[in-house]
């Protein structure tokens, strides 16, 4: 009896030993961007932390910053990074097509849009968990118009005369990404409402008349009634003016309109302000509606279980539902059904969602590996247009050689005509 207490005690003290061990290992390293989704996660951290036992060491970057890190970490095999958030169109196809990406196979995806799922699979398996979805719409002052006499803009033209009638030194008539590359997501429900694309099967087409007369609105548009320095601007910048009241209508990503409501960061009331569908060109109305970030689990990862009892929590309907409250666009189909969610949030971004779920364009960029150079290819063209507003003489012929330069990355990652 005593041989068999003394292995007994042997075995338990085994055991407290690799449990204290466990305890002691049960860190993860999550990177999150500096996103209103992210910040919500953030946040929610702690209280992770106390249910699962799990520490969270949690970096916030920048989007750009954030890529960096990671494809920097990745290609050097040297990450300790075991979640993290991603943007599937931006760098999905890199990402898999290197294998940093661990596959979910395992992952209950049946509440997510199958168009949406598109870009969070690659090569018939999913690799990542969409978190937020979001569509191009027109954020517009209604104090704004009503005192001008004027509509919500429906199409090109009425949106070209409302910024023009309100636009003056101390309010700029219009807004919307100047920056490059930054300004490309943006272009893109222009270009797909006049007709163009920026990739036809794999290969580059916005060289087109419908993609050249998009980019001379956009820059006639920006040039004439942006804000001073447009050029040098996104979303990170536009937002804080159209907040302070010194931006009459603004077209961008419906994930900005908690934070442009939110009383405690806007001099907006909210009576003066509303939402309304991105206005229809002369070939069609098919804004964006994309997944912009989803998360994954590194295939570096060491610590796969704890990093999928974060994904799960992070992606899971509870948390999505803490966020459609915040007014984040979440991709989960079901929480946009959920009574108390539609109670609180706006009539106008439920309409604009339904809009675009049913005409929308389910890319906001080129969709390629070599998606950040094609972006800043196209950039250069949106400030060529800015800077002129909408009148440069050599915009088709920029046009045709950053086309002949995006083919050119394309044939370099095997994806031509594909």
């Not at 398996?125 to 001008?148: M, N, S």
């Not at 077209?251 to 001099?267: I, L, P, W």
């Amino acid at each position: 009896m005593k041989h068999v207490l003394s292995k007994t005690m042997v075995a338990l003290s085994t055991l407290c030993l690799c449990a204290g061990a466990m305890a002691q290992s049960g860190e993860i390293r999550v990177l999150l961007a500096n996103h209103p989704y992210g910040e919500l996660l953030k946040q929610s951290i702690p209280q992770f932390e106390k249910t699962s036992g799990i520490k969270v060491n949690v970096e916030s970057l920048q989007e750009s910053q954030l890529t960096q890190k990671l494809t920097t970490e990745f290609a050097t095999k040297s990450s300790t990074v075991d979640v993290f958030m991603t943007r599937p169109l931006q760098e999905g196809k890199m990402f898999a097509k290197n294998g940093w990406y661990a596959p979910l196979t395992g992952y209950d995806f049946a509440d997510y849009p199958k168009n949406i799922m598109n870009a969070a699979s690659f090569g018939g398996k999913p690799y990542i968990v969409p978190l937020v979805t979001e569509w191009q719409v027109l954020y517009y002052r209604k104090d704004l118009l009503q005192a001008a006499g004027l509509k919500v803009p429906t199409n090109f033209d009425e949106l070209e005369a409302a910024a023009k009638k309100l636009n003056s030194e101390s309010v700029a008539g219009f807004a919307s990404r100047g920056k490059g590359a930054a300004a490309v997501t943006q272009l893109s429900s222009y270009v797909y409402n006049y007709g163009g694309e920026y990739l036809e099967k794999g290969v580059a087409v916005f060289d087109s008349k419908p993609a050249v007369d998009a980019m001379r609105l956009y820059g006639k548009l920006l040039g004439n009634y942006g804000p001073k320095g447009v050029t040098s601007m996104s979303w990170e910048n536009i937002m804080p003016l159209f907040q302070a009241g010194k931006v009459a209508m603004w077209t961008d990503a419906s994930v900005f309109y908690g934070q442009v409501v939110d009383q405690s960061k806007t001099q907006i009331p909210v009576a003066s302000f509303d939402i309304a569908n991105f206005p229809a060109g002369p070939k069609t109305n098919a804004p964006f509606i994309v997944s912009s970030w989803g998360m994954s689990v590194s295939s570096q990862s060491k610590k796969h279980d704890m990093a999928w009892k974060f994904l799960n929590w992070a992606s899971s309907k509870e948390m999505a539902i803490k966020g459609m409250m915040d007014n984040i666009t979440m991709a989960r189909s079901s929480v946009w059904e959920d009574a108390v969610v539609r109670a609180k949030m706006n009539r106008g971004l439920i309409e604009t969602r339904v809009f675009a779920a049913k005409n929308g364009t389910p890319v906001d960029r080129p969709y390629m590996s070599a998606v950040g150079e094609a972006r800043d290819l196209i950039g250069e063209l949106v400030i060529e247009s800015i800077n002129t507003k909408g009148t440069s003489t050599k915009l088709e012929e920029m046009a045709k050689e950053k086309v002949a330069r995006v083919n050119g990355l394309l044939k370099d990652t095997g994806e031509y005509g594909k």
